[in-house]
């Protein structure tokens, strides 16, 4: 059965330093988001992107992050300059359609500033 | 804004038994859905149910089941005959009928199943 993969599963960086998480949707969904979750506290939506832009996105989704599909495979979440509040665990999912029931979730990616 | 409430951090239940994780939300809209996901450690979440609002008649996925109370915008999950596999982090989740189509979580509720 075809699942969303997230790679790194745990990644480590410094206060101030930029990082990229990497996301495989399902191949033919059309619909891709991330979300996140604090330890401790609640899964939060981030950004949900359509063709090529944003379609949303939450006020946590300021100027230091931004989304990009830049290929036919991978959706990437960027960090440009990470604090210590930025430490979650991340999540992406995917759907076919816009109202889609489900979102198909990704395993997330452990995100530890330091 | 739309905001979720699972009020039980913990529980746990007996194999083979029944077990009942509450969740609450608050919503002005009228027309909207609700999810039971389940996380399974270091696993992906998957969908365990969903309930239409408009729907009267409460969802059904085998051993799983809701109660959905509307008036008390009260959505929980009923778990019967419990088995080992079902030791997971649950989560509740909103999401609007038009609009945003984002999902509101819960805080979720992790449950133990004992042998």
């Known amino acids: 059965e075809p699942e969303v993969t997230q790679t790194p599963s745990h990644q480590v960086t410094q206060m101030g330093q930029e990082v990229i998480l990497r996301c495989v949707p399902i191949?033919?969904?059309?619909?891709f988001y991330w979300y996140r979750q604090i330890l401790g506290q609640k899964v939060e939506f981030l950004v949900s992107?359509?063709?090529?832009?944003?379609?949303?996105k939450s006020e946590i989704f300021d100027d230091q992050f931004s989304v990009e599909r830049p290929d036919g495979s991978n959706f990437t979440l960027k960090i440009r300059s990470t604090k210590l509040e930025d430490s979650a665990m991340y999540f992406c999912?995917?759907?076919?359609?816009?109202?889609?029931?489900?979102?198909?979730f990704g395993p997330g990616t452990r995100l530890t500033v330091t | 804004a739309q905001t979720v409430t699972q009020s039980q951090p913990e529980m746990s239940v007996q194999e083979a038994e029944t077990v009942t994780l509450s969740c609450t939300y608050d919503?002005?809209?009228?027309?909207?859905?609700l999810f039971w996901y389940k996380q399974p450690p270091s696993r992906q979440m998957i969908l365990v149910i969903r309930?239409?609002?408009?729907?009267?008649q409460n969802a059904t996925e085998n051993r799983f089941s809701v109660n959905f109370q509307k008036a008390a915008k009260s959505f929980s999950l009923k778990i019967s005959d419990s088995q080992l596999g079902d030791a997971a982090m649950y989560f509740c989740?909103?999401?609007?009928?038009?609009?945003?189509?984002?999902?509101?979580f819960g805080t979720g509720t992790r449950l133990t199943v004992i042998p």
């Open positions: 989740a909103y999401r609007s009928a038009g609009g945003a189509n984002n999902l509101f």
């Open positions: 309930q239409e609002a408009y729907k009267q």
């Open positions: 999912a995917s759907s076919y359609y816009r109202i889609s029931y489900e979102q198909y």
């Open positions: 191949s033919n969904h059309l619909y």
């Open positions: 992107f359509y063709n090529n832009e944003i379609s949303e």
């Open positions: 919503t002005s809209e009228s027309d909207y859905y």
